[in-house]
Nanobody, 121 residues
Framework: QVQLVESGGGLVQAGDSLRLSCAAS????????MGWFRQAPGKEREFVAV???????VYADSVKGRFTISRDNAKNTVYLQMSSLKPEDTAVYYC???????????????WGQGTQVTVSS
């Protein structure tokens, strides 16, 4: 049984930084791709970043240069370091586990419950 638990969300001001964590259960974490998605009210869930089992990363254009995804296989945890936050980054952030380095939500079989990030102007 795979479980993903996000943490680290909160209310911050524009320009601030925040680090999200996603703790995963299961012995195959190190062989999995891990992604972050987000969903703002009234909008579709959108891709944010993904990291492969080898450490390759892909970012959405909207967060490139501001967000950094990383992983610690010893802790079964993936992180999303967010800097220079903007009000438009406000959303529920979800981590997800998949097999490949893909940017579409259909490529992920396991999802966390989400953590709210609110950026005030």
């Amino acid at each position: 049984q795979v479980q993903l638990v996000e943490s680290g969300g909160g209310l911050v001001q524009a320009g601030d930084s925040l680090r999200l964590s996603c703790a995963a259960s299961g012995r195959t974490f190190s062989r999995s791709a891990m992604g972050w998605f987000r969903q703002a009210p009234g909008k579709e869930r959108e891709f944010v970043a993904v990291i492969s089992s080898e450490g390759y990363t892909v970012y959405a254009d909207s967060v490139k240069g501001r967000f950094t995804i990383s992983r610690d296989n010893a802790k079964n945890t993936v992180y999303l370091q967010m800097s220079s936050l903007k009000p438009e980054d406000t959303a529920v952030y979800y981590c997800a586990r998949g097999d490949y380095l893909v940017t579409t939500s259909g490529g992920y079989g396991y999802w966390g419950q989400g953590t709210q990030v609110t950026v005030s102007s």
